[in-house]
């Protein structure tokens, strides 16, 4: 009975010395554990020190205090961490820990930018805070004397391991000062939020206000302060595993699109300024965001955004290259920005929608509902696009002339055409001079493309529009007489060159002046060939020799023109319209009768232009058929030297019916 009582207590003696050890025991290894992290960071160079480690095993609750960072990088970046509290803590196997919650307390960040003008910057959050957290129990360490690039895919490969259900900061201050053009800045954040973090993705990310506010001197020298602020700002499914593709040295010969985020927006937009400038923005959105790796080159922009040595002119062209290629390597789905205001000395400028793309560097831009005001008076547009802007070219293009001494030649002005593919426009309502009526552009369409060297040999122009005559204009005074004081035009102007025919056409070409003409045409020459499109004249006038010119097709219809000539004949003579019209056509007959002495394919085209001007409202048709080959530059001399001749070249066909 004694050993047995004996045993007994011995046994409860044991259960009482376990239930103490064991806690010690935790505590104990939780030390061990955070000690074993903090000397993984050390291995790269860096400083990690942390106070206090507290560990409660029933809570399975992990506090570590005063935790300060610092990297190995000149210049070096901190951090500092006032307490880590992981509660619900777990090891589910070896390799993994979870943990129910992990509240972090006063962070402080701070870092710069090298270069001639260092740029420094700083973070403070009060407070992060991640729910269900799932990682690896150790991250890989970072390697000894790693750049900033390798820092951060390093970084974003460890967050590409981890999974929460959410991470939440209420709110984030910052400063920013230095750089080679940014005053002291101070920006914040609040209701910051990223949740669904899991399998290298991230859910949401959501900001529900960023503030900033910055000193900026204006050429005049007065200091002002400007302060912005954006509301509820989200980005959708963010793949941190492209942004790990992006970051990896292999990124220089990887040419796939990689998709980053998809749908990403904000709310009211607004940036104010002590001198009174104003601008307001509804909302941002986007529906995808993506880059192309091989194009951006990120090791090569980053070591020409950050010089080791004072920057000169001679390093501009460079850099600018360098930052166009960001241009050529993203892709913007569906840009929209909408409500646009902006407050001027002549009145506010509002435009309803902007909306842009851009894919290998190349994007369509439109802006959509603007108002605004001239000295004349309103402004009024619909639309005005620029059609496949291809910005990194504008860039590349701008380099040439970033050193001192560079002007542009013929060339140079010549490809800007190349970085455009043309340009719309439509319902434009302005003002002329005092004019109470207004100009009107229903529609203005240019088009070009299809170059050889830094000449398009495509275009197409499609316009539509209307205003008020010039009434202290000489030469429109034939059309206010005849009560005619607004002019409208609608043209329609094509013209190509296809190289395997050598065929050179200007079609379709079709004008109407509104009650006055409509005229429509076709031209085309032959052997037209590729040498020809040059700015080299001499080059260009040898190869010209080549063509050949191969027609001409016209249709004129009176709309009103014919009555204004004969009035304005009349006038002019001081006689009755109809003596004015007979007048006319037998000036036309009489001109045309020592022509057709020669050629007798003029009589018949001068019987139909008198027949023309004889009756109102008809039309006038014009062939002109090649006898033989014609050549294009002889032919230009004798229209310029001797008309007869050079129409002596064609057969005439030309009648006038109503």
């Avoid at 710069?112 to 003008?117: A, R």
Wanted: charge should be neutral.
């Amino acid at each position: 009975m004694t050993r047995i009582l004996i045993g007994i207590l011995t046994a409860a003696a044991l259960a009482v010395a376990g239930f103490v050890g064991v806690p010690w025991y935790a505590q104990s290894r939780a030390e061990r554990e955070v000690e074993a992290s903090f000397a993984q960071i050390r291995q790269s160079g860096a400083t990690a020190t942390h106070g206090k480690v507290a560990f409660d095993l029933w809570s399975r609750k992990l506090t570590i205090a005063d935790v300060k960072l610092q990297s190995a990088a000149q210049p070096p970046a901190s951090v500092t961490l006032g307490t880590i509290t992981a509660t619900g803590l777990s090891q589910p196997d070896s390799e993994h820990v979870t943990a129910a919650s992990i509240e972090i307390s006063d962070i402080a960040m701070a870092g710069q930018i090298p270069g001639p003008s260092p740029l420094r910057l700083s973070y403070k959050l009060p407070q992060l805070l991640v729910k269900d957290y799932a990682g690896p129990a150790r991250f890989a360490a970072l390697p000894a004397g790693a750049g900033m690039l390798e820092t951060s895919r390093a970084l974003a490969q460890q967050l590409a391991t981890i999974s929460a259900t959410s991470a939440t900061v209420p709110r984030v201050t910052g400063t920013m000062e230095g750089g080679p053009s940014v005053g002291p800045t101070e920006f914040g954040y609040s209701g910051l939020v990223v949740d669904d973090i899991k399998g290298g993705r991230i859910g949401n990310y959501k900001i529900q206000e960023v503030t900033f506010s910055t000193a900026a001197q204006p050429p005049n020298g007065k200091v002002e302060t400007v302060r912005g602020r954006m509301l509820d700002v989200v980005t959708k499914d963010i793949d941190v595993n492209a942004i790990v593709a992006l970051l990896a040295p292999e990124s220089a010969t990887d040419d796939r699109v990689v998709r980053l985020s998809g749908v990403a927006g904000a709310g009211l937009y607004e940036i104010t300024s002590d001198l009174g400038m104003r601008m307001h923005i509804d909302s941002l959105t986007m529906d995808q965001f993506g880059v192309r790796p091989s194009r951006i080159q990120l090791p090569a922009l980053v070591a020409a955004l950050t010089p080791t040595s004072p920057r000169t002119s001679a390093m501009t062209p460079d850099l600018i290259d360098k930052v166009a290629s960001i241009y050529d390597g993203v892709l913007f789905k569906n840009v929209e920005v909408k409500g646009l205001a902006v407050e001027t000395p002549d009145g506010p400028v509002k435009v309803a929608l902007t909306r842009f793309d851009l894919d290998d560097g190349k994007g369509d831009v439109a802006f959509e509902g603007f108002d605004g005001r001239t000295p004349n008076g309103p402004v009024k547009l619909g639309r005005f696009a620029v059609k496949r802007f291809d910005m990194g070219g504008l860039l590349r293009h701008t380099a040439k002339f970033a050193v001192p001494g560079a002007k542009p030649g013929p060339a140079e002005a010549l490809a800007l055409f190349k970085l455009i593919g043309g340009i719309e426009l439509k319902a434009l309502t302005t003002s002329y001079k005092a004019s109470t009526k207004p100009v009107q552009i229903d529609n203005f369409s240019l088009d070009w493309g299809q170059f050889v060297g830094p000449i398009p040999t495509q275009a197409h122009l499609v316009a539509k529009m209307a205003g008020p005559l010039d009434a202290s204009n000489p030469a429109l005074l034939p059309l206010l007489v005849a009560g005619i004081d607004t002019a409208a035009f609608d043209a329609d102007l094509g013209l190509g060159w296809t190289e395997s025919s050598g065929a050179f056409a200007l079609q379709p070409v079709k004008l109407e002046v509104s009650n006055l003409i409509a005229a429509s045409a076709s031209m085309s020459l032959s052997q037209v060939p590729r040498d020809v499109f040059t700015i080299d004249l001499q080059q260009a006038t040898t190869a010209a020799a080549q063509i050949e010119a191969s027609g001409l097709e016209l249709t004129l219809r009176d709309l009103g023109a014919v009555d204004v000539l004969v009035a304005n004949y009349a006038r002019g003579h001081a006689i009755t319209r109809d003596a004015a019209r007979k007048a006319l056509v037998d000036s036309i007959k009489a001109i045309g009768a020592q022509v057709a002495a020669d050629n007798v394919d003029v009589a018949g085209a001068v019987d139909a232009i008198s027949r023309f001007v004889e009756r109102p409202h008809q039309t006038f048709t014009l062939k002109l058929s090649p006898r033989a080959k014609v050549p294009a530059l002889q032919l230009a001399q004798l229209i310029a030297i001797d008309p007869p001749s050079a129409l002596a070249q064609f057969k005439i066909e030309a009648q006038t019916a109503p």
